[in-house]
């Protein structure tokens, strides 16, 4: 998958990483509202959080923090598919080999998801923390915890400056690494096992599209079930505005004590049904686009 050209891994990753992004974020926000949503007034399930985000339309509900992962995932998935791509080409030396090793895969994506975290952190920590206050039953009690509200992405900033400086960027940023550096190996591995194994059945047509969405769909649901426990604990944490959790391993002792095992697993079916079309548009997108840059330029 990755190109001999560098700077087209990172144009073709930029490319597709917008392109999942637009059709994933409402997905993303009914997530993040079941897995921050306060004590006392819970959601009654997947389709009653739809229902109260659907209520403030498509900007200010299903779409409320895209802005700046819209603007900064270009750089995300660029940094992710060119560090990949380049890691990888560096691993297999041996251009005599016609696939390409299993462990290099993994490790290729474990060291593209590192990469992508010092950028990734910040704004995923805006974006949580935005989307988790769409109002749902707000209740005096919630009122009294200290829950703060923003207006959008830059008041947000600004409180986050104020308060813990240039650092306070990257709360979460633990989950997150347990979250990412694993999750893009096995994402990476998954895909490629999969596309080639389509390809070697005929399953795909003559310019591997359906490979693509079907080998990336699949990826992605199978890879955020198997780390939607940190990914719970991460989103709490972030959208914990009145200092109820001291730190990552602290909101996991408290997680558990509120709801048991069950609780790390809030979202998973809206996660998986998200990641589906998220990851197929994504690889997709990112494919083609490689393709087309290796083809012309």
Aim: glycine share 12%.
């Amino acid at each position: 998958m990755p190109s001999d050209t560098v700077i087209h891994d990172y144009i073709a990753g930029a490319v597709g990483g917008a392109a999942g992004l637009i059709v994933g974020h409402p997905f993303d926000t009914t997530k993040v509202q079941l897995q921050t949503q306060h004590h006392g007034h819970q959601y009654k399930g997947t389709f009653d959080a739809i229902k109260n985000i659907n209520k403030f339309g498509l900007i200010k509900g299903f779409y409320r923090g895209l802005s700046w992962p819209l603007f900064s995932f270009g750089i995300v998935n660029s940094t992710f598919f060119g560090v990949y791509g380049h890691t990888l080409t560096y691993l297999e030396k041996d251009k005599t080999k016609r696939k390409s090793n299993l462990l290099h895969i993994y490790l290729s994506g474990c060291v593209g998801g590192a990469a992508q975290l010092v950028f990734v952190v910040p704004v995923d920590y805006i974006k949580t923390a935005l989307q988790s206050q769409i109002p749902h039953d707000m209740s005096s009690a919630a009122k009294e915890a200290g829950q703060r509200f923003f207006k959008g992405p830059w008041e947000c900033s600004k409180a986050i400056y104020r308060e813990r400086g240039i650092f306070g960027f990257y709360k979460g940023g633990l989950a997150m690494a347990y979250r990412e550096i694993p999750s893009y190996g096995i994402y990476c591995l998954t895909y490629e096992i999969l596309s080639a194994k389509m390809h070697e059945h005929g399953l795909t047509d003559s310019n591997g599209i359906v490979a693509s969405l079907v080998s990336g769909g699949i990826a992605g649901s199978l890879t955020w079930a198997s780390i939607i426990p940190f990914d719970v604990i991460k989103s709490r944490f972030q959208a914990d505005f009145s200092g109820e959790y001291r730190g990552f391993m602290h909101c996991a002792r408290m997680l558990y004590k509120e709801g048991g095992i069950r609780i790390f697993y809030t979202g998973c079916l809206v996660t998986c049904l998200r990641a589906f079309p998220v990851n197929a548009v994504t690889f997709t997108v990112y494919t083609q686009t490689l393709k087309h840059l290796e083809n012309n330029f």
